[in-house]
């Protein structure tokens, strides 16, 4: 198993950076994503998440807005989490499916409905848990 920080590509364009320390294990988990080709560069899991912050912050892929600290998106996603509330409530309590949020937050903020994943349900309830604990 190889550690770094992997890049996502469609075509030519850069669409996702994300770090593993079990490659290609990892890349085998988006498989759900629209990618067609990846590559990995090697670094040591001491500086792994740091470097994985730079790289997005400095080339912006599309895929990684969820995750990136853009007060923009940020903003716009908070918005979206306090006009459903009540939806992210049932859907923690396991009274509503997580697909039927992640197509609802998709087709609400514009994003691919591939990118409705294991990790952005964890986004979105921890930035919902934020604003419940900030009220």
Known sequence: MKTGVYFLFKKRELVYIGKTEQWPVRLNGHRDL?????R???CSPDILAKTERRLISYFNPR???????RSNS??????WIASN?????KTIKGKVSQKELFTKAASDLGYSPRYATTDFMSTITFRYNKLQKSK
């Open 40 to 42: 990995l560069i090697e």
């Open 74 to 79: 940020q903003k716009m996603t908070d918005s």
């Open 63 to 69: 895929m990684n807005h969820m995750h990136t600290p």
């Open 34 to 38: 629209d990618f067609t080709s990846a």
């Open 85 to 89: 509330v009540d939806l992210i409530s």
